[in-house]
Each structure stands twice: as C-alpha cells, then as structure tokens.
C-alpha cells in the first residue's frame, strides 16, 4: 500500500500558497458549495478559492485517488504507465499521485478549464519531479471532443470531477477514452448520487468493451439495492493547520469515495477467483469476523470466519472495507 499522505515537498508548496487571512471563509464556502452538488466553477471561482481548495481537500483527494490507483497496481502488478492524463485536474491531484506511486511516467498531461487551478497546478508542479514539472497543463472542456488532446496514454485519470458533468457527457466521455487510454482510473465523492452516476458510466463502458479491475468482481448489473451504494474510505492525517481550518477534533479524517478501474478491452484481473469485495467495515466479535461481500457471481453475500481458524483469522483481520477476500468463504 503506497503512502496516502500528500509528499512532503507538495503539502510544503500548498501550505507555504495558502493565505490565511483568506482560507477560512474560502474553505467554509467550498464545503459548503460541494455539499450543495456546486461545481467547481461556482464553489471555488477566483484563486483564494482554489488555494483554499488545496489546503482544505486535497490532502484527501490525493488519498483517495493514491487508494485507487492502488488497486489498479493490484490488479496489474506489471503496469507501469509512462504517459498520464489527468482530467479535470485541477491543482494536479492525480498527477502527482501517479508520478508519487509509479517511477515509469515520462509524461503527464493535465486538462483543466479553470484558469485559477491551471495556475495553482503549475505552480505547485514546480515542487515535484522533473516530469511533474515538465507536465503539459491545457485549457479545455473535458465534455467536447475538441478539449482532449490527440494520441493515446497509459493511464487517464478523472478524479472528483466527473460528478461536475452532465451524466450524458460522462458517460461519452468514459467511452470515447477507451479508445485512447490502456487504463482509466475514476474516482468520485462516496454518496449515493455520485454512487449511481457511477453505475450508468460503468453501463456505459462495460458496452463499449471496457473490462473492470475493480472495485466491481463481475461485469453484471450492480447486485446493491436501490437505498444502498458502493464507496469505501481512506483515512487522511490531519496537520493541526488542516485541523483548524476544517474545524475537526481529531488527527484525522475519514473520506469516502466511490471509483472504478477501467482497461481497454482484455479480461478481468487476477483478484476475480474466488472470493469478494469487500462492500462495508468488516464486523468483529469474539467468535468471528464477518465480511459484506460483492461476489463473482454477481450477487451480494456474507463470509464468516470463526476465530478458532487461527490463522484465517489473523489474516482476515488485516483486511479493511474496499479490500478483496480470497477463497470461498460464504455465509
Ligand atoms: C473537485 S475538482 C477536482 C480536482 C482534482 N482532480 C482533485 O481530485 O483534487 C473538479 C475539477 O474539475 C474541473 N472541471 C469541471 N468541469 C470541467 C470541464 N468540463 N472541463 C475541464 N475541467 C472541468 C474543475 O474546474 C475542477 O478543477
């Protein structure tokens, strides 16, 4: 599992570019804002704005996006990208967790419609790595054709921003980038609405040929009931300055996302024997530890492993909510 937290010369460059006399109420209105299901365009409009985007949800969506791109190195031991495309990239999130978790990338290119992030990107690439600062950061519209640039990546990254879309557009979006990316990574806010835009995109590039990695063990129709949805979390540190700033009591906060990890064509990965996702915390007792699973098969279902079964048991504790559970184990 790589290091979730932001790289040090990166949390550096955010801090040392946030304004404190601003950041407060520039934070207090983008949390606000997203969690009225505002764009970025409206919940973050001028450069305090996405300065204070940097210091308040970055730390997390690098989390999360870092989580992602994990299973997506789980699934695909042997992948190692060298060209990266991170859409809606805003302060480069994406870029700077794919060039952190894989030393293969020679060159990153970012798409991002707002001029104040396009800045804030480019300026905080000059912290990172020759190729971070070396990353072609473009204008443009994610929804139009004409916004993407020509030629095929590795790896194409679309990370908090697909939730900004119209759905329609999306979903296009998705399809046409098989054509052009080996792999696609999404990863979106962990909320039922996002949850089931998630699953249309997912319908969407299952018919244009895509196959998962993850986190889904089967290509068939979500198995989850209409009042459920499927995310999982990533626990951040919190900086006593990130503390402040968001109001939070403890070291830490828990963010939850929703993601899928596409590839152009090929077969499901290695994880897709036996076994399950793991689909909510798991639940321990003293006689056992019970899983929540989304099964191969296509159904949902329960595994149950009694502590007497040492050594199953000590390895099952290790696993956590968003992970795989290998061999047959149904409740
Ligand atoms: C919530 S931010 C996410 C930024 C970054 N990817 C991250 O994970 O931290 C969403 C980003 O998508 C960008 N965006 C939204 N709609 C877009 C579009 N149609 N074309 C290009 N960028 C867009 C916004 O300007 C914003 O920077």
């Known amino acids: 599992m790589s290091d979730r937290r932001l790289p040090a010369a990166l949390a550096a460059a955010?801090?040392?570019?946030?304004?404190?006399?601003?950041?407060?109420?520039?934070?207090?209105?983008?949390s606000a804002g997203y969690r009225a299901n505002l764009t970025s365009r409206q919940?973050?409009?001028?450069?305090?704005?996405?300065?204070?985007?940097?210091?308040?949800?970055?730390?997390?969506?690098?989390?999360?996006?870092?989580?992602a791109l994990d299973r997506l190195a789980a699934a695909r031991p042997d992948f190692a990208p060298e060209t990266v495309l991170?859409?809606?990239?805003?302060?480069?999130?994406?870029?700077?967790?794919?060039?952190?978790?894989?030393?293969?990338?020679?060159?990153?290119t970012m798409v991002e419609a707002s001029p104040d992030f396009r800045a804030l990107a480019a300026d905080l690439a000059r912290a990172g790595s020759f190729v971070l600062q070396q990353a072609n950061i473009r204008a443009g519209d994610i929804t139009q054709p004409s916004g993407l640039p020509n030629g095929s990546f590795d790896l194409a990254v679309i990370a908090y921003a697909l939730t900004e879309l119209d759905l329609a557009a999306a979903e296009r979006l998705v399809a046409d980038l098989l054509g052009r990316a080996g792999r696609i990574v999404i990863v979106e806010p962990g909320t039922p609405r996002d949850h089931s835009r998630l699953m249309a995109v997912r319908q969407a590039a299952l018919s244009a040929g895509a196959c998962i990695l993850a986190p889904c063990p089967h290509a068939g129709p979500c198995p989850l009931p209409p009042d459920d949805w499927c995310h999982t979390s990533v626990r951040v540190e919190r900086s006593r300055a990130h503390m402040r700033l968001k109001g939070g009591t403890v070291p830490f906060e828990d963010e939850r996302y929703a993601y899928l990890v596409l590839e152009s064509g090929g077969l499901a990965?290695?994880?897709?024997?036996?076994?399950?996702?793991i689909l909510r915390p798991p639940r321990l007792s003293k006689h056992e530890i019970a899983f929540s699973l989304c099964r191969t098969d296509g159904t949902l279902g329960e595994a149950r492993i009694a502590s007497r079964d040492k050594?199953?048991?000590?390895?099952?504790?290790?696993?956590?909510?968003?992970?795989?559970?290998?061999?047959?184990?149904?409740?």
Request: aromatic share 8%; no cysteine.
């Open 269 to 277: 990965g290695a994880e897709n024997e036996n076994g399950g996702r």
């Open 14 to 30: 955010v801090t040392e570019r946030a304004r404190p006399e601003q950041l407060g109420a520039a934070a207090a209105r983008l």
């Open 86 to 108: 991170d859409l809606g990239a805003g302060p480069g999130t994406a870029s700077w967790a794919a060039a952190t978790l894989w030393s293969s990338v020679t060159s990153i």
């Open 43 to 67: 919940a973050v409009p001028d450069a305090a704005g996405v300065a204070a985007y940097a210091a308040s949800r970055m730390p997390a969506t690098y989390a999360a996006v870092t989580a």
């Open 311 to 331: 050594a199953a048991f000590k390895a099952a504790g290790k696993l956590d909510w968003g992970d795989w559970l290998s061999g047959d184990r149904r409740g």
